[in-house]
C-alpha cells in the first residue's frame, strides 16, 4: 500500500487526476472500520486529505452556508450559527456515532461513501444542500437530491474531490429530523427521516429505507396538496412508491415502512391541518 | 477501602495480556470451519503468502489427546476431519508479522462435504441430524415434588405459558488471549482468564504434561462474566501447540469480531409452564419444562442447566413441582458459562408467567407474589427447608417505596390514555439465586488456599482466584486485613500463578467472598496458630509473632492453611435433585419503569430500582457496581441484544450490529441493600455476582405488559418483536 | 510528499508534549503505532471499528478513536494520551467505582477528563450522551457518571 501526502488543494487534484485510483482519505471513520482485518484495504493506495488545509474551514456567505470538503460534524456542533439557523444539521451531527466519531468524520465523507443510512445526507438534502465536485478538469456542481443514482452510486468520477457543500439559507416553518436505530446513541440508523418546509416547499428525505438516500416526492406531494390523512397507514401507499425497504440484520422491510409512516404522522399531525 | 488496582487501571498502567512487553514473537492466529456440520474434505493453502515462514499446528500435532477437558473429552483442540460447528478451530497458524498472520488467514480455505446440521434445539431431531447420543439430547435432569399431575387436575384455574431467550455474547471489553512461551521444560501460560486451575485441567491430557511442566499465570483480566471461565482453556492450549511447536513465544489475540462469533456465549433457552392457582392467586401446582439450547459441545451445559431447573419454579412455595430440564446439541457455537449460569433463563419464565398469573386472575401482580413468596420453614422445589431468617417481603416491600410503585402506577394510569404515541409502565420481579457451587459441588472442588507470613511481617494471600473487575483483590485485602489487625497495604495478594498458589476452586459462580473470602479467614487465623499469636490479637502483635518466628525459623516459610469444609446439616441427593441445592441463597426484588414509544416501538427504561440481599456488603462501591453492572446487563439482555444467525453462523459479530447498550441507553440504576448475613460467608457475605442480573429482564418485560396490556414471552424484545405483538394496535 | 509502494513514512508530532518522530508504514493506525512501537499501552483495542472508544486519544485536542487514525494523519499534529494524564485528578474516578475490569478505562477518563475541560459542552449535551462513545460492561455506567460528576463538582468548588 501507499499513501500520497498532498499539501494543497490543487496538488491533490493533480495527483488524482494522475492516478484515479487513489482512495481519498479524510477522517478514515468509514475507510478505517476494521482495518487490521480487511488486509486487502491495504493493497490500495490512497490519497491522504488531512494535509489540505484549505478544505477544512467552513463559512457563511449571505445566503448560503459553505462546508469545506473536510469540515467535520464537530466543527458544525460547534457553531453557534449553525443551532440557530440550520438546526438539523446539529441534529444529525450529534446523532452520528459519538464524539469520538463526530469529531473525525466529515460531512463530504459521509456523502461518498453513500450509505443507504447515512444521517448527515437527509438533513443535507432536506436543506436542498449542492455537492461542489473539483478535478484538474474543472468544477461542477451537482444537487445533492440528485447526486445518487443506485446504491453506492453517484455522479462523482474518480478524478474529483468533493470541495465544497453549499446549503443555502432559507427560513424554514417546520424542520424535523427522527433517527431509529438500535439503540438510543451511537447506532446505524433503522429508519430516518428528514423533513423541511420553507417558501421553496416540502422536503421530505428518507434514510435506510432505499438504496440510496432520496426525497420522498409522492409523500411531499400529499403535504404539497393537503390531502387529507387520517392516521398513519393512509402515507402507507405513497412511502411505498417513495421507497423500497428491505430486511437486512439490524431491522424488517416491515418495520421500516411502518414506523416511517408513524413517524411522519405523529410528528407531523400538530402541524398540518389536513393530519387528523 | 478503595479498589486496590484502581488507580493503576484509571491511569493505564495496568498491563494486561496483549500490553506485555514482548520481543522475537510469533502473533498467533487461527483457520475456522466454514461450515456448521461436515466432513473436512480439503484444506487448501493460497499462493498469496509464502507459507515457508509460518508455522503451522494441525490436530496431529497434539501430543495427547485432542480434548478440551473440563467436563468430558468431547470437545477436540482442533477439528481431527470432522466440524460441528461454523468457526470450530481447525488449523493455527503462526508468523511474526500480525499482518502476515490475517493476510494467511484469508488465503487458507478449509473445504468441508457438509451434512445436514441440526439448528433448532426446540425440536427433537430427525435421524439425519443425530450425532450425540440417541437423541441429541446432552442432559436431562428433573425434580419431583408432590404429585404435581393430580394437582394440575384439581386446579380451579390452570395458566400456561412459553417463554423464549436468545442466546447473549459476553462482549467483555478485553477479548480473549493468550501469551504462551517455553521457559527451559515449562510451558508457561499467561493471559486472560477466570479460572487458571482450569487452564492446566485443560492442558495436562491434552499435552501429555505433568502439572510441574505446566505453569498458568493469570494477566489482569478485562471482564469475563464467565466467557473467561471455561473458553481461555482453547486459547490456551492453541497458543501453547504454537509454542511448543515453534520454539518461540506465541501471543494469541482475538479480534472482537471473532472472538463474538467464535467463543461461548448464554444458552438459548424455551420454558413452559403450567400452573395451578386457585381464585385466591395461591400456587397448586408448577409444571415446568425447560429447554437449552446446548450448542456442539458440552463445556458446562449440564451445570448450567442444573441451576436453572433448581431455580425454574421462582422463589415461591409450592406443594407440587414437576421440573423437568433438557439441553440438546445442536450444530452451533457451544454455549457456556455466563453470569447467572442458567438462572435468569428460568426467572425470565417464571417472573414473566407470574404477571400473566396475575393477569389472568385480574389481581395486582405484587398481591400475587406476596402471597406465594417462599416464607421460613417452607420448602422449595427441592425440598430444601429455607430457614435463613431472611425476610423477603421487605425486599419487595423496600423495593416497591423506592421505586414510588403505587403512584406510579396511578399516574401511568391516567397518563397513557392522554399521550398520543408514549405509554408508561412498571413492572417488578422477585428472585433469588443460589450461591456457590451446587449441591456437593463445593465438596469435591476441595478448595484450598494460603496466607503467608514473610520475615518482615508482612502478609500474602496466596490463592487461585482471579481478579476480573468484580473486585476481588480488594476484598481479600479487607478481609485479611480485618482478620489479622493489619493496614491493608502490609497485605498483598499473589499473581494467581498456578507454580505459586493453591487451587482454590475457580473464579465462578458468585463463590469468591463468600467461600473463598472464608477460607481466607481461617487461613489467617491458622497463620497466627502458627506464629504463636493468639487469634484476634492486635496486629502489631501478629506482625512480631510472624518475624519472631522467621528469626526463630530461617530460611523457612510460615504458611497459614485453610481447605474447604461444608456448613454442617447440608445434604444433597444429586440422584433425585432433592435436598440443600445451596447453603445460601441471595435473595432480591427490581422494579422497572418503562416507557413505550408507539410510533417507533422502542422501549426506555426510565428508572430501576435494585433491593438486594447478599448477605453482609463488604464494600459498598463494589457491591453496588456489580448490581449496577449486572443490572446493566439484564436489561440489555432483555430488549437489545440479539444474535442474528444464519446457517449457524452469528451474523453481527461486530459491536455495531450485536447492541450493547451505551451511557445513553440506560437510567441510573438505583441499588439498596438489606442485609441478612450468613454465618458461614466471609463477614456474612452471600454471593452477588450473579444475583443482580436474574430479575432484571422479567422486570423490564413486565413493566412493558403494564405499558401496553399485552404480554411479551420472548427476548429480545426488539422493536420488530414488539411491532407484531402489538399488531393492529392503535393508529 | 511521499512516494512509493510501502515506502514507510517519517513524521514528526507532538506526543504528550514532546516532539516524536518516527517512521511509519502507510497502513498503521495510530492505536498500533502507541502501542506496539511506543510502548503506549494505556490505549487499548476493543473493536477496531470505532464503537468502543477504549482506543480514545486527543488529537488536537479533540478525543478521537486512535483505531481509526491512519498514523501518518498525526504528522504536524498534538496527541495526547492516557499517559498524559495528571493521576492525582483520579480520585473521584477512584471512589465512585469509575473503574471495575479496567479495559474500558482509559477511553473512558480520557473522554471524562475531556468534558471536564470542556464543561461549556454540558449546556448543550447531557454527561450521559458525550459518554456514549465509551462502551462499558461492566459498570452499567453509573460509578463512570458519577464519577465525573463528582470531579465536576469538586473541580467548581476549587
Ligand atoms: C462507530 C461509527 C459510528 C458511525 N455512526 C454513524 C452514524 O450514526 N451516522 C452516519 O451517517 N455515519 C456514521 N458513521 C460513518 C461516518 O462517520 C461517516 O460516514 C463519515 O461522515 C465519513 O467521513 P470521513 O471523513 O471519516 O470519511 P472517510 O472514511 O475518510 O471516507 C469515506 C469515503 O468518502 C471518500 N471521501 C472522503 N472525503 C472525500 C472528498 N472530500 N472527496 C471525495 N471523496 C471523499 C473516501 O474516499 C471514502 O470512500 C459512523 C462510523 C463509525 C466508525
Ligand atoms: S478500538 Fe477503537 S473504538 Fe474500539
Ligand atoms: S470497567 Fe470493564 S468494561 Fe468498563
Known amino acids: 500500500m501507499s499513501v500520497l501526502l498532498p499539501a494543497s488543494l490543487a496538488e491533490a487534484l493533480e495527483t488524482l487526476a494522475a492516478d484515479p485510483d487513489l482512495v481519498p482519505m479524510a477522517g478514515g471513520t468509514d475507510l478505517l472500520v476494521h482495518w487490521p482485518q480487511h488486509t486487502e484495504l491495504h493493497e490500495r493506495s490512497y490519497l491522504d486529505l488531512s494535509g489540505v488545509e484549505e478544505l477544512r474551514p467552513h463559512r457563511w456567505e449571505t445566503d448560503e452556508l459553505v462546508l469545506g470538503g473536510l469540515t467535520t460534524y464537530w466543527d458544525i456542533i460547534e457553531d453557534q450559527r449553525a443551532w440557530n439557523e440550520l438546526p438539523l444539521l446539529i441534529d444529525a451531527a450529534r446523532q452520528v456515532g459519538s464524539i469520538q466519531i463526530q469529531t473525525r468524520g466529515s460531512w463530504a465523507g459521509n456523502i461518498v461513501n453513500a450509505s443507504p443510512a447515512a444521517d448527515g445526507v437527509p438533513v443535507l438534502m432536506a436543506y436542498d444542500a449542492v455537492v461542489v465536485l473539483e478535478s484538474t478538469r474543472g468544477r461542477s456542481e451537482v444537487p445533492l437530491s440528485g447526486f445518487y443514482s443506485g446504491y453506492k452510486e453517484m455522479r462523482r468520477s474518480p478524478d474529483e474531490l468533493v470541495t465544497e457543500i453549499r446549503v443555502p439559507r432559507r427560513a424554514y416553518d417546520v424542520q424535523i429530523f427522527e433517527k431509529v436505530g438500535q439503540r438510543r446513541a451511537q447506532a446505524i440508523t433503522k429508519v430516518g427521516v428528514a423533513v423541511t418546509r420553507s417558501d421553496a416547499g416540502w422536503r421530505v428525505v428518507a434514510n435506510s429505507v432505499a438504496p440510496f438516500v432520496c426525497r420522498c416526492p409522492a409523500v411531499e406531494r400529499i403535504l404539497e396538496q393537503g390531502t387529507e390523512v387520517r392516521g398513519s397507514d393512509d402515507l402507507l401507499p405513497a412511502i411505498r412508491e417513495d421507497v423500497t425497504p428491505i430486511d437486512d440484520i439490524r431491522s424488517t422491510a416491515e418495520y421500516r415502512e411502518k414506523v416511517l409512516a408513524r413517524l411522519l404522522y405523529h410528528d407531523l399531525l400538530d402541524l398540518c391541518p389536513s393530519f387528523g | 477501602m478503595l479498589r486496590r488496582e484502581g488507580l493503576s487501571k484509571l491511569t493505564g498502567r495496568e498491563r494486561y495480556v496483549d500490553d506485555l512487553p514482548l520481543e522475537d514473537f510469533l502473533w498467533g492466529a487461527t483457520v475456522r470451519s466454514p461450515a456448521a456440520r461436515g466432513r473436512i474434505s480439503d484444506i487448501i493453502f493460497g499462493d498469496g503468502v509464502d507459507w515457508s515462514e509460518f508455522v503451522i499446528v494441525d490436530h496431529t500435532d497434539i501430543p495427547g489427546r485432542n480434548a478440551v477437558y473440563l467436563m468430558e473429552y468431547d470437545q477436540p483442540a482442533l477439528a481431527p476431519g470432522y466440524v460441528r460447528h461454523v468457526h470450530e478451530p481447525v488449523l493455527l497458524l503462526a508468523h511474526p508479522s500480525r499482518e502476515m498472520a490475517r493476510r494467511a488467514l484469508r488465503e487458507v480455505q478449509v473445504i468441508v462435504d457438509v451434512d445436514p446440521p441440526a439448528l433448532d434445539f426446540r425440536t427433537l431431531p430427525g435421524p439425519d441430524l443425530i450425532q450425540y447420543g440417541e437423541n441429541n439430547v446432552l442432559k436431562r435432569l428433573s425434580i419431583q415434588k408432590g404429585d404435581v399431575e393430580r394437582a394440575l387436575g384439581e386446579s380451579p384455574i390452570v395458566v400456561e405459558g412459553v417463554y423464549e431467550t436468545g442466546a447473549q455474547e459476553h462482549v467483555y471489553l478485553e477479548t480473549q488471549g493468550m501469551l504462551a512461551y517455553l521457559d527451559g521444560e515449562v510451558l508457561v501460560i499467561k493471559g486472560s482468564m477466570q479460572c487458571p486451575y482450569y487452564v492446566v485441567k485443560a492442558l495436562k491430557p491434552a499435552l501429555n504434561r505433568s502439572e510441574e511442566e505446566i505453569q498458568v499465570i493469570q494477566t489482569p483480566t478485562g471482564g469475563g462474566f464467565g466467557g473467561k471461565e471455561e473458553f481461555p482453556s482453547m486459547v490456551a492450549l492453541h497458543a501453547g501447540l504454537l509454542a511448543l511447536k515453534s520454539r518461540m513465544p506465541v501471543k494469541l489475540i482475538y479480534d472482537r469480531t471473532e472472538d463474538m462469533v467464535a467463543t461461548t456465549k448464554r444458552h438459548p433457552s424455551q420454558v413452559r409452564h403450567r400452573t395451578g392457582v386457585d381464585e385466591n392467586g395461591r400456587l397448586i401446582a408448577q409444571e415446568i419444562e425447560v429447554v437449552m439450547d446446548g450448542g456442539a459441545y458440552l463445556t458446562l451445559t449440564p451445570v448450567v442447566l442444573s441451576r436453572a431447573i433448581i431455580h425454574a419454579a421462582g422463589l415461591y412455595h409450592c406443594d407440587n413441582v414437576s421440573i423437568l430440564g433438557r439441553a440438546m446439541f445442536t450444530n452451533s457455537v457451544p454455549y457456556g458459562a455466563f453470569r447467572g449460569f442458567g438462572n435468569p433463563q428460568a426467572h425470565f419464565a417464571v417472573e414473566r408467567h407470574m404477571d400473566v398469573i396475575a393477569d389472568r386472575l385480574r389481581m395486582d401482580p405484587v398481591e400475587l407474589r406476596r402471597i406465594n413468596m417462599i416464607r421460613d420453614g417452607q420448602t422449595t422445589a427441592t425440598g430444601q427447608v429455607i430457614s435463613d431468617g431472611v425476610d423477603r417481603l421487605q425486599i419487595v416491600d423496600r423495593a416497591l417505596a423506592l421505586s414510588d410503585y403505587e403512584r406510579r402506577r396511578r399516574e401511568h394510569w391516567v397518563r397513557n390514555p392522554e399521550h398520543r404515541y408514549l405509554r408508561r409502565g412498571i413492572g417488578m420481579a422477585a428472585f433469588y439465586h443460589g450461591a456457590g457451587f451446587t449441591g456437593s459441588g463445593e465438596v469435591m472442588l476441595d478448595s484450598r488456599l494460603h496466607v503467608e507470613g514473610n520475615p518482615d511481617g508482612k502478609v500474602q494471600v496466596l490463592c487461585a482466584s482471579t481478579e476480573m473487575g468484580q473486585g476481588q483483590v480488594t476484598i481479600f485485602t479487607q478481609l485479611a486485613s480485618d482478620r489479622l489487625g493489619y493496614d491493608p497495604a502490609e497485605i498483598s495478594i499473589a499473581e494467581p500463578d498456578t507454580h505459586r498458589v493453591p487451587d482454590s476452586g475457580p473464579t465462578v459462580g458468585s463463590r469468591t467472598a463468600m467461600v473463598v473470602g472464608r477460607l481466607v479467614e481461617r487461613a489467617c487465623d491458622d497463620l497466627c496458630r502458627k506464629a504463636g499469636v493468639e487469634i484476634g490479637a492486635p496486629g502489631a502483635l501478629v506482625k512480631e509473632a510472624i518475624i519472631a518466628w522467621h528469626s526463630a525459623h530461617p530460611g523457612e516459610r510460615l504458611l497459614g492453611k485453610a481447605r474447604y469444609e461444608p456448613p454442617p446439616g447440608i445434604e444433597w441427593d444429586e440422584e433425585n435433585y432433592v435436598g440443600d441445592a445451596y447453603g445460601a441463597f441471595g435473595w432480591a426484588a427490581h422494579v422497572a419503569e418503562v416507557e413505550v414509544d408507539l410510533r417507533t416501538y422502542d422501549v426506555r427504561v426510565l428508572d430501576f430500582v435494585s433491593v438486594q440481599d447478599v448477605g453482609t456488603v463488604l464494600n459498598e462501591t463494589l457491591a453496588r457496581g456489580q448490581v449496577q453492572g449486572g443490572v446493566a446487563q439484564g436489561i440489555s439482555w432483555a430488549l437489545l441484544e440479539e444474535c442474528v444467525w444464519k446457517d449457524g453462523a452469528m451474523e453481527n459479530g461486530q459491536l455495531t450490529n450485536y447492541i450493547i447498550p451505551t451511557s445513553g441507553d440506560l437510567p441510573p440504576i438505583r441499588v439498596e441493600f438489606v442485609e441478612f448475613p450468613y454465618e458461614h460467608g466471609a463477614q456474612g457475605a452471600k454471593g452477588i455476582g450473579e444475583l443482580p442480573l436474574v430479575g432484571a429482564a422479567p422486570a423490564v418485560l413486565n413493566a412493558v405488559a403494564a405499558a401496553t396490556g399485552r404480554q411479551p414471552t420472548e427476548i429480545p424484545l426488539t422493536p420488530e418483536r414488539l411491532m407484531a405483538l402489538l399488531a393492529n394496535g392503535d393508529r | ?158
Open chain 3, 1 to 158: 510528499m511521499s512516494d512509493g509502494r510501502d515506502d514507510p513514512i517519517r513524521i514528526s508530532f507532538t506526543l504528550n508534549g514532546e516532539p516524536t518522530t518516527v517512521e511509519v508504514s502507510p497502513s498503521e493506525r495510530l492505536l498500533d503505532l502507541l502501542r506496539y512501537r511506543l510502548g503506549l499501552t494505556g490505549t487499548k483495542e476493543g473493536c477496531a471499528e470505532g464503537e468502543c472508544g477504549a482506543c480514545t486519544v486527543y488529537l488536537d485536542g479533540l478525543p478521537v478513536d486512535s483505531c481509526l487514525v491512519p498514523a501518518y494523519q498525526v504528522r504536524g499534529r498534538l496527541v495526547e494520551t492516557i499517559e498524559s494524564l495528571d493521576p492525582e485528578g483520579m480520585a473521584h474516578y477512584h471512589a465512585r467505582g469509575t473503574t471495575q475490569c479496567g479495559a474500558c478505562t482509559p477511553g473512558v477518563v480520557m473522554t471524562a477528563e475531556w468534558i471536564l475541560r470542556h464543561r461549556d459542552r454540558l449546556e448543550t449535551h447531557t454527561v450521559r450522551e458525550l459518554m456514549a462513545g465509551n462502551l462499558c460492561r461492566c459498570t452499567g455506567y453509573d460509578g463512570i457518571i458519577e464519577g465525573i460528576e463528582g470531579a465536576l463538582e469538586d473541580r467548581e468548588a476549587g
